[in-house]
C-alpha cells in the first residue's frame, strides 16, 4: 500500500504579489475582495507549473483569487481529501481520469500531456537488460498514478501480461525507488523528478522507456478538478480560475526561460535549475488557443478515456461515466478564445 499523504501548506499571499509590481496589470482587480480556494497538488512541476506561474505573475490575483495551496504524495490521497471535503479543487496527474468516472468530482482543466514524465527503469546488474528479462521479475510503483497507468501501456505493448508475467509491488513512490535502488527489485515505474535520484544513486541503471513511446495511442494527461457541489454552487469562481489558468499556461509557455529559475528559487528549492528544466521538458505543453481547439474536437476527451478504461479495467468501476460527461469543456470553451 502507498503511504498516507503526508499533506503540507503552503500559504500564498496574493496582497504581498500586488503591492511587489502588480500596479500595472490594474489595481481595481488586485483591490477587490479574494475569493479563498483550498487547492491541493502532487509536487512535481507537470502538475504545478501553471499553478506557481499564476502566483509569481499576478495572474490569480487579477482575477481576484487567493489560494491556499496544499502538498500530496499521490494524486488518490488529493481526491480522497477533496471528496472528504477538505479541499475544494486539486491539480494532479493521471487521477484526473480515475476520481471523476466514478462518480467523484468533475474535472475542468488539463495542464498539459505527462509526454515523457512516466519511465521505467532496470538494473542490469541484477540480470534485466530486455524486456523478456522482466518475465516473472518485480516492478515496484505506485498502483493507481500515472506511473502505473504507464506501466501497464508498456508492458502490453512489448508482449508482457501485467497481471500474469510480472509481479508488480505496490509502494508510496518515494519507497518504490529506494527498493530500486537498495536492490530488493530489478524494475521500478516512476515519474520525474525521481529519475535524477535514481540516476544519482545506481550510475549504471538504465531507462528502459518512457511513456513518450506510446504517445498518442497510452497518452496521459494531467489537469484540475473539483468538488461536483463546488462545481454547480461556484461556476463563476470556477470561470476566474479558468481565465487566470490560461494567462499563467500561456505565459509559461512563452516565457519559460524567464520563469522556470523563479519557480525553481521559490518553489523548488531542492531541485537543481537543470533538472527542473528537463522536468518542463518531459511534458508537452499547449496554449490555450490550441486546447480549445483539442477541446472542441474531441482529442482532450479522448485521451482522458484512455486512461479511464484502464482504471475501469483495473479498478474495477461498474457503470464508469464517461469522459465526455466527467470533464466539463464549457468553462475553457466560455472563457478563453480559440
Known amino acids: 500500500m502507498h503511504r498516507p499523504f503526508q499533506p503540507r501548506r503552503r500559504t500564498i499571499v496574493t496582497a504581498g504579489l500586488a503591492a511587489a509590481g502588480l500596479a500595472g496589470i ?3 482587480a488586485i483591490a477587490q475582495q479574494r475569493t479563498r480556494i483550498r487547492i491541493g497538488y502532487v509536487d512535481t512541476l507537470a502538475v504545478t507549473g501553471q499553478l506557481w506561474t499564476g502566483v509569481h505573475r499576478g495572474h490569480w490575483a487579477k482575477e481576484g483569487l487567493e489560494f491556499d495551496p496544499v502538498k500530496f504524495n499521490t494524486g488518490l490521497d488529493l481526491f480522497n481529501a477533496m471528496i472528504g471535503g477538505s479541499l475544494d479543487m486539486l491539480s494532479t496527474g493521471a487521477v484526473i481520469s480515475n476520481f471523476p468516472a466514478r462518480g467523484q468530482g468533475k474535472a475542468f482543466l488539463i495542464n498539459n500531456i505527462e509526454f515523457a514524465t512516466a519511465q521505467l527503469w532496470i538494473r542490469e546488474d541484477q540480470g534485466v537488460k ?3 528479462d522482466l518475465k516473472g521479475r518485480k516492478i515496484s510503483t505506485t498502483l493507481g498514478t500515472t506511473a502505473h497507468v ?3 501501456a508498456a508492458l502490453r505493448a512489448n508482449g508482457l501480461d501485467p497481471t500474469k508475467d510480472v509481479e508488480l509491488v505496490n509502494q508510496g513512490m518515494a519507497v518504490a525507488v529506494t527498493s530500486f535502488i537498495s536492490g530488493a527489485v530489478p524494475a521500478v515505474a516512476l515519474w520525474v523528478p525521481f529519475n535524477i535520484q535514481v540516476r544519482q ?9 518512457d511513456a513518450s513511446a506510446y504517445f498518442p495511442k497510452s497518452a496521459i494527461v494531467g489537469g484540475w478538478a473539483t468538488r461536483a457541489d463546488y462545481h454547480e454552487r461556484n461556476r463563476a469562481v470556477l470561470a476566474q480560475v479558468v481565465r487566470g489558468w ?5 505565459e509559461l509557455i512563452r516565457d519559460s526561460a524567464n520563469l522556470l529559475p523563479i519557480i525553481q528559487a521559490k518553489n523548488y528549492e531542492q531541485v537543481p535549475l537543470a533538472e527542473l528544466q528537463e522536468q518542463f521538458k518531459a511534458s508537452r505543453y499547449h496554449t490555450s488557443a490550441e486546447w480549445v481547439k483539442l477541446y472542441q474536437d474531441g482529442t482532450a476527451i479522448g485521451w482522458l478515456q484512455q486512461v479511464t478504461d484502464f482504471y475501469t479495467r483495473f479498478g474495477g468501476i461498474q457503470n464508469p461515466v464517461p469522459a465526455r460527461t466527467y470533464f ?4 475553457l470553451l466560455d472563457n478563453v478564445k480559440g
Do not use: E, H, S
Request: a neutral charge; aromatic letters at 8%.
Open 150 to 152: 504507464f506501466l501497464d
Open 328 to 331: 466539463d469543456t464549457k468553462l
Open 26 to 28: 490594474g489595481a481595481p
Open 130 to 132: 530486455t524486456w523478456a
Open 246 to 250: 490560461a494567462a499563467a499556461n500561456d
Open 201 to 209: 544513486r545506481v550510475p549504471t541503471a538504465k531507462m528502459l522507456v
